[in-house]
């Protein structure tokens, strides 16, 4: 009885561990949550692997590429880093001017990060440069005149550049 016990319990050990791993790889927050309690998310999700980060209102966005009427900025900490494992980064609702020089020091493959007109892209590119395991990009959300994209695009010919809005279909609408 007591081996039959102990298969159980590890059974079940082995099982909780495998499902908190790949829950703590992941997690959505809003930035105003996230900065005064980044060394409580460190703590808590030292293997995360996905980061998203949402504005805490909602921006309106205008059709084009045109800025919204209500921009969202946000500096990203220079901490982030402290997740060692960290490979996805999405910003979503917001604009960042500038990226933290511990951005290179990341191992991340993915990013989605809103640029505008305002964004310093030669400082941004000098450090993506570095980002030796930066594979892709998605510019969904950015708004840059077509000379910054042509530029960021030349500047990183071993990313892939994708717009996730790309891949939404609209022919499939509800009628009314």
């Not at 969202?72 to 020089?101: A, G």
């Not at 959300?141 to 809005?165: E, G, M, Q, R, T």
């Amino acid at each position: 009885m007591k081996i039959i016990s102990l298969v159980i319990f590890l059974f079940f050990s082995s099982y909780y561990n495998v499902m908190s791993q790949s829950i703590d790889k992941k997690l959505g927050v809003v930035v105003t949550e996230f900065d005064p309690n980044f060394s409580d998310y460190v703590k808590k999700y030292p293997k995360l692997e996905g980061l998203i980060l949402l504005n805490p209102g909602q921006t309106i966005f205008p059709p084009g590429n045109v800025m919204p009427i209500n921009p969202y900025y946000y500096k990203l900490t220079e901490k982030i880093n402290d997740f060692k494992r960290l490979k996805h980064l999405r910003l979503q609702s917001l604009y960042v001017l500038d990226l933290p020089n511990n951005i290179t020091k990341c191992k991340l493959e993915t990013l989605a990060i809103p640029f505008c007109p305002d964004s310093n892209m030669e400082s941004i590119v000098a450090k993506l440069k570095k980002c030796k395991y930066l594979k892709e990009i998605d510019l969904v959300s950015v708004v840059l005149p077509d000379d910054k994209i042509a530029f960021l695009k030349k500047s990183l010919p071993h990313v892939k550049f994708v717009n996730s809005l790309d891949d939404l279909s609209f022919e499939d609408e509800i009628e009314n």
